[in-house]
């Protein structure tokens, strides 16, 4: 299963990378730095910062025959902040903390949509989704494989607005380094909703995913690690919502507004938020 998996996956790549002429492709490429700074007087307790983020997103896709479409894409991420150092006054010192990640994401899709031109259509996905540098320091740890099928439906497809969805069951493997791979299963549901405004300098992309799982390899496990209260905690509904508005100022230079916001009761049993906001620079290569 570890070998078809990875054929697979490599296969996706060398389709990204090496695209025909008959394929559809994108690579958009997105940088974005932004600083602050303060005085030793400022009334409050701000430090300066600097955060970078470097970002990558690939697309390919072909209708390969009449009934048959193929969808895969790449969406690498990784960005740090760096602040200033504080006595124990709290007042602002010269020098800098080791930076800390503020992303890193890597999440390679690959779609099959079976085209019936019904009313839904079938599906079959490969999903990878691990870091650049994850627990431990270690490359690509955490890492989650995911295999799914179901229906999707095309709600809407316009020259400058497309919006989609698609229901179905999932297989997940959680792969970590020197710990027992955890599978489950459940239900999953993924909505894509993009829009090009008149203008056509200014783009609005969001994006749901909900998982509910059904069934883990490791429940007994959980069940003795945990407090009575909480070993239900991967049964709840996971769930990820993200959007982000770009602008076109000027030629490659954007103004972006990114939010995402996450749902895992495991982790947190309340939502995690993050909004970053700034100017960048975008270079579309294909």
């Not at 303060?38 to 896709?61: F, H, L, P, Q």
């Not at 969406?75 to 006595?87: N, P, R």
């Amino acid at each position: 299963m570890k070998k078809v998996i990875l054929i697979s996956l490599l296969l996706v790549v060398i389709g990204l990378a090496f695209g025909q002429e008959t394929w559809e492709y994108s690579f958009d490429l997105k940088g974005n730095l932004n600083q602050s700074f303060y005085t030793d007087n400022w009334d409050g307790a701000e430090k300066s910062s600097i955060n970078w983020v470097v970002s990558g997103e690939m697309r390919a896709k072909k209708q390969l025959t009449d009934w048959f479409k193929s969808d895969n894409s790449l969406l690498m991420k990784f960005g740090q902040l760096y602040e200033t150092e504080e006595d124990e006054s709290g007042m602002q010192e010269a020098g800098w903390q080791e930076p800390t990640k503020s992303d890193d994401e890597i999440d390679l899709n690959a779609l099959g949509l079976f085209t019936l031109h019904g009313w839904v259509d079938p599906f079959v996905a490969l999903r990878l989704q691990t870091v650049f540098e994850g627990k431990r320091l270690r490359a690509f740890n955490p890492a989650t494989v995911t295999e799914s099928f179901g229906i999707s439906r095309e709600i809407v497809k316009t020259k400058c607005m497309e919006w989609n969805s698609r229901l179905g069951l999932a297989m997940k493997q959680q792969h970590m380094y020197q710990k027992t791979t955890r599978n489950d299963g459940g239900v999953e549901l993924v909505t894509d909703f993009g829009y090009v405004f008149p203008n056509k300098t200014t783009k609005f992309s969001s994006s749901f995913e909900a998982y509910k799982a059904v069934f883990n390899s490791l429940e007994d496990d959980i069940n003795d690690d945990l407090d009575p209260d909480n070993d239900d905690d991967w049964k709840q509904v996971d769930m990820k919502w993200t959007n982000e508005l770009s602008m076109q100022i000027y030629k490659n230079i954007n103004f972006n507004v990114y939010t995402e916001w996450k749902y895992d009761k495991e982790i947190d049993k309340t939502g995690r938020f993050k909004q970053t906001s700034g100017l960048g620079i975008s270079y579309k290569l294909f």
